[in-house]
């Protein structure tokens, strides 16, 4: 049973950056997911096993950038800019290898507990 464990959420400020990690038990596909109240989850980021395939939802082009140290087994999202709308409750989601990541639910096993990240001043 593949685990994974998210940390790094919190209060920031607008315009305000913070870095989730996600350490996986196992090398594989990696998403990020985010659900606000009120609304559907929404697919953010995802990177291949190998980083050789990243991908982004148009909300957080720019802002957020993903990565993954493998000898660590963790994935990282870089949130830069943020804004009050990216306020949710952050999830990392693993999936089998998909080639090029894509940023389906459905297509993702495995999925973290999930961390809070508030955008407020």
């Known amino acids: 049973q593949l685990q994974l464990v998210e940390s790094g959420g919190g209060l920031v400020q607008p315009g305000g950056s913070v870095r989730l990690s996600c350490a996986a038990s196992?090398?594989?596909?990696i998403g990020w997911f985010r659900q606000a109240p009120g609304k559907e989850r929404e697919g953010v980021s995802c990177i291949s096993s190998r980083g050789r395939s990243l991908n982004y939802a148009d909300s957080v082009k720019g802002r957020f950038a993903i990565s993954r140290d493998n000898a660590e087994n963790t994935v990282y999202l870089q949130m830069n800019s943020l804004k009050p709308e990216d306020t949710a409750v952050y999830y990392c989601?693993?999936?089998?290898?998909?080639?090029?990541?894509?940023?389906?639910?459905?297509?993702?096993?495995?999925w973290g507990q999930g961390t809070q990240v508030t955008v407020s001043s």
């Open positions: 989601a693993a999936a089998e290898a998909i080639w090029p990541c894509r940023l389906e639910g459905y297509e993702y096993a495995y």
């Open positions: 196992a090398l594989t596909t």
